[in-house]
């Protein structure tokens, strides 16, 4: 049974979520704290977390950022009162995977839920070793033939969306959707900001270029070095 964990201190909706996802044949364990919530999401066996911004103990997208800086990808649906645009944005860019405002129709949340889990799941590997690439997802550490490489959680993130792919042109907008969360394309270079920073890193003057730009296209890694 797909299991979710749900962050959300407002109890009647809480219930009426739990409720509504039990129906859907969905098993949700509820926690009221980022400190217990953050505990329950390292298990293995969440599938999707559900979390709201403002909690007791602090804000929910905190949550959302220590498990990604972790190398934990689970999908993660945003539920805030909060629901301007840079409120928006600022979720996804914390790594959450879709964002709802509230108030919100339970109808269009299971959809949203449904749209989370049918993504295709990636293999959950916390290490990865390509080429001259070392990648240690969980400790947050990249190394290039024993080069440490210094990497922000982004720039990690990114480097291992790349990893995953060798060979592969990768576009801006597949990295939007699938590193940031963004279902829209912000009026902004961010992409090629974080790219241009990483490549930096991960190609050190005298190396081989293992992160190639294809001119209007996107970004490729090739490991054959």
Known sequence: MTHILLLEDDAGT????????????????HHLRVADGLAAARGDDVDLLIVDRQLPDGEGLDLIERIRAEGRRTPALVLSALGSLDDRVRGLRAGGDDYLAKPFALVELVARVQALLRRPNETRDTRLIVGPLDLDLLGGTGRRAGRPLDLLPRELKLLDYLVRRPGRIVTRSMLLQDVWGYSFEPNSNVVDVHMGRLRRKVDAEGETQLIRNVRGRGYVFDPAV
């Open 14 to 29: 809480a219930n009426e979520i739990a409720l509504e996802l039990g129906a859907q044949g969905y098993a949700v364990t």
